[in-house]
């Protein structure tokens, strides 16, 4: 599936060189980010070796690939860790006084039976206000790490009693996904390529969702955990900084952008509507 057409890719990669001006980008980075444009629009068809990691709109050749990674490789983990009661005492407040702010997750057809409830923090450059303003300590330890999170999403992921949810992809493999343990029931895990892991209150997993992955929650309490995309530790600052206006240009291009480019737009008008009204417990 391609994001943009072959055409509008074409302009793209004819004006990298413009866009790149007054950066120290080298060759190999360029031709690294015209490989990102030649695949979102359908002009590279170059796909993963593995068959179990087969992003949604574009792959970029070369990024370390692996279904999960030792969070110990990361320096903002083990403070992320350490605020776990101070996140975890925001989202139970949430329950008591402001449950109608998550949302249902926008990809219903990834959902084979249950409930999956978001509460949205940030989505690309959008920040939720009012959300954000009801959990101002895990806001600030959102925003105190130094991670890129240009392009993706951060926001408590719940799943309710008896939810499944299919296995899919992310749209691409320029981001990995850490999930901080903060309800966590018995009986409920999550797959990603050919492994199988579970959560821990107060403990981070992370992983590649452009692998294949799915989870699952039978139990009887809710799951939930707070979900922080942040971009691939393989793309240099110069890289991240070329790949933002590219992406911002090639949202503006998209004539008929896909519901889970957009999910920004869908989350403002989610509220209560759609959700059960016993979906946590």
């Known amino acids: 599936m391609s994001l943009i057409s ?6 793209l990669i004819e004006h990298l060189s413009d866009l790149s001006k007054g950066t ?6 360029l031709a690294r980010i015209e490989n990102v444009i030649r695949a979102a629009g359908g002009m590279d068809s170059t796909v993963p070796s593995d068959p179990l990691q087969r992003p949604k709109y574009f792959f970029l050749p070369g990024l370390t690939a692996k279904p999960f990674w030792e969070p110990s490789q990361f320096e903002w983990v083990a403070g992320l860790e ?14 008591d006084n402001y449950s109608y ?5 926008p990809q219903a057809d990834l959902i084979r039976a249950g409930t999956w409830a978001e509460y949205h923090f940030f989505a690309g450059e959008t920040k939720f206000q009012q959300n954000c303003a009801r959990c101002p300590q895990t806001t600030r330890i959102i925003e105190s790490i130094a991670e890129d999170k240009f392009f993706h999403l951060t926001y408590f992921s719940a799943l309710a009693p008896g939810t499944f949810i299919r296995p899919h992809c992310g749209p691409s493999n320029l981001r ?6 903060l309800c966590v029931p018995d009986d409920c895990g999550m797959r ?16 590649d969702d452009s692998f294949f992955h799915q989870a699952w ?7 939930i955990l707070l979900l922080i995309d942040f971009s691939h530790p393989d793309l240099t600052k110069v890289e991240l900084g070329l790949l933002r206006k590219v992406l911002k240009i090639m949202d503006e291009m998209q004539d008929q952008v896909p519901k889970d480019q957009k999910r920004d737009q869908q989350l403002k008008k989610t509220a209560t ?3 059960p009204e016993k979906w946590w417990v």
Not at 6 to 11: E, G, L
Not at 101 to 105: L, M
Not at 192 to 206: D, Y
């Open 217 to 223: 929650n039978q139990s009887h309490r809710t799951r």
């Open 24 to 29: 120290d980008i080298s060759r190999t980075s």
């Open 101 to 105: 702010a998550f949302g249902p997750h």
């Open 6 to 11: 072959p055409q509008n890719a074409q302009y």
């Open 273 to 275: 509507f759609g959700l």
């Open 82 to 95: 350490a605020q776990y009661e101070t996140i975890n005492s925001e989202l139970l407040q949430l329950r």
């Open 192 to 207: 990603v390529g050919t492994e199988t892991r579970s959560w821990e209150e107060g403990k981070c997993v992370i992983f």
């Open 176 to 181: 990995l996904r850490c999930h901080l343990g």
